[in-house]
C-alpha cells in the first residue's frame, strides 16, 4: 500500500465516506493511527495517554453498531485537560497525577454518542496555561515546539496520527498551535459548546477548540456539536469574496514567516478573484490584547484558589502567582477590560458585517526552537472578543516550517465563516 | 438548655468565637445541628443526603486541630448540584442517581482547607434550572414552598438545622428562597468565586450563592472565598446612608407581602437616619428581565446536549425544551441580549456609584402554597448584570410569611454593599 493511500492519512470525511460505503472498516482505521503513533511518538511526543486496545475494542463495536453520525468510527483525541470517565486527566499537573473523573466531559460524551471513538489523551502546557510545559515537539521539526498549550492535539493532528482532535483556547492555546503544526482549526463563539468536565483558567475566554486536516472535517464536527448559525450558510466562491487584510494593532510583532504568510495568502486570494482590501481596526482595539491578560490573569485567581489552598506546594509558582494577583491588577482593571470588551465586540461584528470574512495573522511567525509554548499576541483580543476564527494551514515558510492564517468574522457566523474558508483554503496551497 | 441557646441557633460567627475560645465544640455544634435535622427533616426535606457519621467524624477531626480559618468546626450544607467527592452529587435528575464525583468542586474543596464541616447535601430543583422540583417545603408553613432553586440550603439555613450553605443563582435561584425562608443571602459578582464542579446552565448567568443567618456570616464566607473590593469597605452607618429606593420594571409583579416588605424598609431606613431617594432605572433596563431569559435558555441548548443526545429516556422535557430550541430565540436574540446587558451594567454601576446601595425586592411576595419554585422575576436583571446582591430578612407578612429585600451595588463591590447590610439589617426587625 502506498504512503499516500493509508488509512492514517485520510481526513475525517475522506475516511467516514469509506466507512459508510464498508470500503474501510474503524478496526482498519484505528489500527492504522496506533500504528502512526507507535512509529512517530518517540519523537512527536503528542500523547499521554493511549490505551490500544480499549481503542481497538471501541472500534469493533462501532464497526458492528450502524452509523450514529459521520463520525462514527472515527477516532479523536481529546486534549488532558478534558475529562474523560475510561482515562486519566491530569492537565499535566502533579495534583492530577491518576486523577480518573467519575464522568466525561459534555465535549466527549457528545463524541461518544456519535459513534466517534476515543483514541487516547494529548499533552497540554499544565492547566492549560502556565507553568509546565508540553512536553511535545513540533512533527516538521523535533527541535521545535508544536505550540501551547493544545500542543499534543495540533501536533498529532497535524502528523496524521489522528484525523481529528479536541484543544482549548484561553489566549491562543487553538490557533496558535494549529499554525505550527499545519492543522485546520476552529476556535468557534464563544458560548456556543459546552465546558463542563474542562478545566477552567477563565471564564470569559475559555473555549473549545477542534483540529482537522480539513475544513470539510471542522463542519462535521460543528454538527456533531450543533454549532449553527441563524441562517444556512449562503455559498461562497473565492471569486468574489470580499475579505479585509487585517494586520491587527500588534503587527509590530510579527516575526520569522507570518509577513510572508500574510502576503501569500492576499495574493492568492486575490488571484483567485477575491477582493482584499486593508482594514485598519479603530484605536479602541488597540488596548484588547492587554486585557485579554487582565482578564485571564484576574479570572485566574479565582480558578486556581482552591489548589492554592489546599495543595499549595504540589501548585506551580505560575499560579501562585494567578492568586497572589502578583500583576496587581485591580477590580477596576478587571472590568474596564469587561466593558471595552464588549463595546469592541458590538463593534467588530458591524465592521466584520461588511465582509466575508477578516484576514489576520495565526501566530508571528514559524514555530520557535524548544517547548515554549510560543507568543499569543496575535489571538489574544479575538478570544476575548469571542469570534469565530479558523486557521488555514497551506503555506511554508522559512525552514520549512507551516504558516498559518487566521479568517474571522461576526460572532455566531462560525458556519459562514467555515464556507468562506472552504472556498479559499484551496487557494493557498 | 433553653432553646434560644441550643447551639444549633448560634450563627456561624457566633458559633466560631465559641469554638476559638473552647465553650463549644464542633462535636456539640454538629451534633445539635443533626438533631435539629432529625426533628424537623421530615417535615421540611431540606436534605437529600446526610452521613451523621461523617460530619461527626469530621467534626472530631476539626477539634484536635489548630484552627485553620474563622470556619474552622463549623457545618455547612452543600446544595445537590455542587460535587462532593464524598458524598453524591444527584442535581435532583435520575441521570446522576448515585452520582460520585472524583473530585470535590472548588468551592468544597476551599471549604474542606479551612476546617468547614461538610455536613450533607441540601436539596435542589432539578439541575437548578427545571424539571422536577425540590421536595423541600417552607420551614415557616410546609404547606408551601421553600422557594427554588436552591430549596434546601435556603429552607435548612433559615430553620436552623445549619448555620451555613451554599447556593446558586442563573435567575433568582438564591435570593428568592431567602427571602421565602427568612434567611441572609448573598449572590456575590458574576466570576469572583470559582464554578468548577458546579453544574452548567448558563455561563453568563450562574453564580454562587451564599446562605447564613447574619451579615456577619456572609463576611465570614467571603474571606474564606477571597472575595474582596479593590478598597477595604468604608464605615456606613444608617445614620446618612444614601439608599435608592428602585421598584425596578417589574413593580407590576409584586403580590402579597412584597409591596408592604418594601414600604417597611423604606420607612426602617428612614427612621434610622437614611436618606431614601426613589430610583427609575432609564428604559433600556426594562427588556433586561426578558433577555435574563433569553441568555438562560439559549445557553441552556449547549447545556443540556450532551444529555439529550445520550440519555433522552431520562432528560425532563424541560430540558429537551432548551437543547431544541422550542422559544425559538436565535442566535441575534441572544446577541443583542449580552450586548444590552453588557451597556447596562456600564450605566448600571454608573447609576449606582451615587448611592451607599439600591434597595428592591426579593421576590413577588411570600413563598406561594406548594413545591413551585416561584418566580425569578424581581432577581433575573441584576442576575444579568452581574452585580452582588443581598437579601435582608426581618420583615414578616401576611399569613406570618418572611418577605426579604434586596440590596445591590456596583459589581466587585461586594464587601462594601455588606458593610451597607450590616448597618441596615437591624433596622429591619
Redesign the interface.
Known amino acids: 500500500m502506498s504512503d499516500a493511500l493509508t488509512p492514517d492519512r485520510l481526513t475525517a470525511s475522506q475516511a467516514s465516506a469509506k466507512l459508510r460505503d464498508r470500503s474501510l472498516t474503524s478496526e482498519t482505521l484505528v489500527r492504522a493511527c496506533l500504528d502512526r503513533i507507535a512509529e512517530r511518538d518517540p519523537a512527536v511526543r503528542a500523547w499521554v495517554y493511549v490505551d490500544a486496545e480499549a481503542a481497538m475494542r471501541q472500534a469493533r463495536e462501532a464497526d458492528k453498531q450502524p452509523a450514529r453520525s459521520a463520525l462514527h468510527g472515527i477516532p479523536v483525541g481529546i486534549k488532558d485537560m478534558i475529562d474523560t470517565a475510561d482515562m486519566p486527566t491530569t492537565h499535566n499537573s502533579p495534583i492530577y497525577t491518576g486523577?480518573?473523573?467519575?464522568?466525561?466531559a459534555?465535549?466527549v460524551?457528545?463524541l461518544?454518542?456519535?459513534g466517534a471513538v476515543i483514541l487516547g489523551k494529548t499533552d497540554t502546557t499544565e492547566f492549560a496555561a502556565a507553568g509546565r510545559p508540553a512536553g511535545t515537539r513540533n512533527p516538521f521539526d523535533v527541535t521545535r515546539t508544536s505550540g501551547g498549550s493544545s500542543a499534543g492535539s495540533a501536533a498529532a493532528v497535524g502528523d496524521c496520527q489522528v484525523p481529528l482532535a479536541l484543544g482549548t483556547q484561553t489566549g491562543g492555546s487553538t490557533i496558535r498551535p494549529a499554525s505550527f503544526c499545519g492543522a485546520f482549526a476552529l476556535k468557534p463563539t464563544w458560548?456556543?459548546?459546552?465546558?463542563?468536565g474542562i478545566?477552567?483558567y477563565s471564564?470569559?475566554l475559555d473555549t473549545l477548540g477542534l483540529y482537522a486536516r480539513s475544513v470539510d472535517d471542522l463542519d462535521m464536527l460543528c454538527d456533531v456539536?450543533?454549532i449553527h448559525?441563524?441562517a444556512a450558510p449562503k455559498p461562497v466562491t473565492a471569486k468574489g469574496a470580499r475579505i479585509a487584510l487585517c494586520r491587527s494593532p500588534f503587527w509590530d510583532s510579527a516575526t520569522e514567516g507570518t509577513p510572508e504568510a500574510m502576503a501569500h495568502a492576499a495574493e492568492a486570494f486575490r488571484r483567485a478573484g477575491a477582493e482584499v482590501t486593508e482594514l485598519e481596526l479603530p484605536a479602541s482595539f488597540a488596548p484588547l490584547g492587554e486585557m485579554q491578560r487582565v482578564v485571564m490573569h484576574a479570572?485566574g485567581?479565582?480558578?486556581f484558589?482552591?489548589l492554592a489552598?489546599?495543595v499549595p506546594h504540589l501548585l506551580h509558582d505560575d499560579f501562585h502567582s494567578r492568586v497572589e494577583n502578583r500583576d496587581g491588577y485591580?477590580?477596576?482593571n478587571?472590568?474596564d477590560a469587561?466593558?471595552q470588551a464588549?463595546?469592541c465586540?458590538?463593534e467588530f461584528?458591524r465592521i466584520a458585517a461588511g465582509y466575508d470574512a477578516v484576514l489576520t495573522p495565526s501566530a508571528p511567525g514559524i514555530a520557535p526552537e524548544g517547548n515554549t509554548a510560543g507568543d499569543a499576541v496575535f489571538n489574544r483580543m479575538w478570544t476575548l472578543l469571542h469570534v469565530p476564527c479558523v486557521n488555514l494551514p497551506g503555506f511554508i515558510g522559512p525552514h520549512g516550517m507551516p504558516v498559518g492564517v487566521t479568517l474571522t468574522s461576526p460572532?455566531?457566523t462560525d458556519r459562514q465563516l467555515l464556507a468562506v474558508a472552504k472556498a479559499l483554503a484551496p487557494t493557498l496551497v
Open positions: 486523577n480518573r473523573p467519575s464522568l466525561d459534555s465535549v460524551s457528545i461518544r454518542s456519535a458560548g456556543v459548546v459546552s465546558r463542563e478545566k477552567i471564564l470569559t456539536y450543533a448559525d441563524d479570572e485567581r479565582a480558578a484558589l482552591n489552598r489546599g485591580s477590580r477596576r478587571l472590568l469587561y466593558d464588549a463595546l465586540r458590538i461584528d460572532r455566531f
